[in-house]
């Protein structure tokens, strides 16, 4: 049974730098896409981007100059960092499994999710 | 603002059916797969939009694509049903995934 476990700082300072990790337990990184996802409050959902151990990383365009996602096969676990937040950073941020094979792309396994908010 | 478009909020008496729509050119391309979240959890998927349910998901939801819209059917809302339902596709270029606004459901 696969599983997501996920951590990080919760309470950011606007300009700092936020830094999540989860860690994938019952699987392997092959295979799939491991993917970043937030959610605003009351708001909808917003992919971040994605790793895949033979594609490399994806990101989301409103967020490529800020967001840069890694992994630690040795561990299986992978990373998101997100430079210079703001306010608008504010959210509940997922990992999740992302299945690539065939259309439709979907996640079938999340994270339980980390609330970061930002605020001086 | 999101490339996939989706109404806010959508009722149903309990045991009718309803669909939820999301709406985007990516429709005419490529197939939606659709999550249930409720209050404080994680997404669930339900559908992958060609029809297909992940296991364990009840058969009374159903996915289809026609033009550029993608639907969620549920016939027979049962109470536990009542959540918010989020579209999910690859943008027009293929290449990122998007997300609809999400639509709460509540069941009458």
């Known amino acids: 049974q696969v599983q997501l476990q996920q951590w990080g700082a919760g309470l950011l300072k606007p300009s700092e730098t936020l830094s999540l990790t989860c860690a994938v337990h019952g699987e392997s990184f092959s295979g799939y896409s491991w993917s970043w996802i937030r959610q605003s409050p009351g708001g909808g959902l917003e992919w971040i981007g994605d790793m895949d151990l033979s594609e490399g990383t994806k990101y989301n365009p409103s967020f490529k100059s800020r967001a840069t996602i890694s992994v630690d096969t040795s561990k299986t676990q992978f990373s998101l960092k997100l430079s210079s937040v703001t306010a608008a950073d504010t959210a509940v941020y997922y990992c999740a499994r992302t299945d690539t094979t065939m259309d439709p792309y979907f996640f079938d396994h999340w994270g339980q999710g980390t609330l970061v908010t930002v605020s001086s | 603002s999101s490339e996939l478009s989706q109404d806010p909020t959508v009722s149903v008496a309990l045991g009718q059916t309803v669909r939820i729509t999301c709406q985007g050119d990516?429709?005419?391309?490529?197939?939606a797969s659709w999550y249930q979240q409720r209050p404080g959890q994680a997404p669930v998927l339900v559908n992958l939009?060609?029809?297909r349910r992940p296991s364990g998901i009840p058969d009374r939801f159903s996915g289809s694509r026609s033009g550029d819209t993608a639907s969620l059917t549920i016939t027979g809302a049962q109470a536990e049903d009542e959540a918010a339902y989020h579209c999910g596709s690859r943008d027009t270029s293929g290449h990122y995934l998007v997300f609809g606004g999400g639509t709460k459901l509540t069941v009458l």
């Open positions: 990516s429709f005419r391309t490529y197939y």
């Open positions: 939009g060609k029809n």
